[in-house]
């Protein structure tokens, strides 16, 4: 299961980088520690609300 969350981050994080022309070595080097660790919370939390959804979803069509 937490391999489809990996993806969904993945594509949206590139999708993103991609529509603003945002080269990724060049962001990864002008970002600073706490912007970093902010970036990692929110690709967290962004994981637990996919497991939660695809949870619900699966429960729900078994139903």
């Given at each position: 299961?937490?391999?489809?969350?990996?993806?969904?981050?993945?594509?949206?994080?590139?999708?993103?980088?991609?529509?603003?022309?945002?080269?990724?070595?060049?962001?990864k080097?002008?970002?600073?520690?706490?912007?970093k660790?902010?970036?990692?919370?929110?690709?967290?939390?962004l994981?637990?609300?996919?497991?939660?959804?695809?949870?619900?979803s699966?429960s729900s069509?078994?139903e």
């Amino acid at each position: 299961m937490s391999a489809i969350p990996d993806k969904v981050v993945d594509l949206l994080v590139s999708e993103v980088f991609r529509k603003n022309n945002v080269n990724i070595d060049n962001a990864k080097s002008k970002l600073s520690d706490e912007q970093k660790q902010a970036i990692r919370d929110l690709v967290e939390e962004l994981k637990s609300q996919v497991d939660t959804f695809v949870k619900e979803s699966s429960s729900s069509t078994k139903e």
